[in-house]
T-cell receptor, first 115, second 115 residues
């Protein structure tokens, strides 16, 4: 069965410092993986997606993630945090189940950015 | 492309009342999904449509819940005899079948509070 585990429920960084949000996945085949961001009172926005092409995936707003099969990880990084990055981040695996792709969400990581 | 829209954005109701939410997907998208997100959790799949056909319903979708997509465009989600446990954010997403990953794009959600 496919699943994702987000290793930190909260991450706090100072503005201008690097961001690392950790995600491990479980999948019986090569998965499609996503990171979505959710700002307060707003919908989920797709940050980036991995679909078995390049293992380093670049997304919007300076975020990127690296797919590491040996570690079953898909961590999200950004070199320098901005105040506007404060939000909830979800790691997601797409699982083919019952003739359609299902999105399986992690429990989320809340990113706090200190001035 | 105006994105996925949902109406209303917020709904407060008393226990036992019926409520209906609407979702308008991205115009060329033929798949439409409903999710429920409770506080501190990632979204959970409820049901999805391909065109006007409802192809799958989660075990989370009790008999009090019904969803329709009569013309294969907008969709409605109705909850009858609401309970306090129904309080959650209800998210709609749409996608285009045929893409390798079936990437889903989310609306802003409808936040339901049952008193």
């Amino acid at each position: 069965a496919q699943s994702v585990t987000q290793l930190d429920s909260h991450v706090s960084v100072s503005e201008g410092t690097p961001v690392l949000l950790r995600c491990n996945y479980s999948s019986s085949y090569s998965p499609s993986l996503f990171w979505y961001v959710q700002h307060p009172n707003k919908g989920l926005q797709l940050l980036l997606k991995y679909t078995s092409a390049a293992t380093l995936v670049k997304g919007i707003n300076g975020f990127e993630a690296e797919f590491k099969k040996s570690e079953t990880s898909f961590h999200l990084t950004k070199p320098s945090a901005h105040m506007s990055d404060a939000a909830e981040y979800f790691c997601v695996v797409s699982a083919w189940m019952d003739s359609s792709y299902k999105l399986i969400f992690g429990s989320g990581t809340r990113l706090l950015v200190r001035p | 492309d105006t994105g996925v829209s949902q109406d209303p954005r917020h709904k407060i109701t008393k226990r036992g009342q019926n409520v209906t939410f609407r979702c308008d997907p991205i115009s060329e998208h033929n798949r439409l999904y409903w999710y429920r997100q409770t506080l501190g959790q990632g979204p959970e799949f409820l049901t999805y449509f391909q065109n006007e056909a409802q192809l799958e319903k989660s075990r989370l979708l009790s008999d009090r819940f019904s969803a329709e997509r009569p013309k294969g465009s907008f969709s409605t989600l109705e909850i009858q005899r609401t309970e306090q446990g129904d309080s959650a954010m209800y998210l709609c997403a749409s996608s285009l079948v045929g893409s390798s990953t079936d990437t889903q794009y989310f609306g802003p959600g409808t936040r339901l509070t049952v008193l």
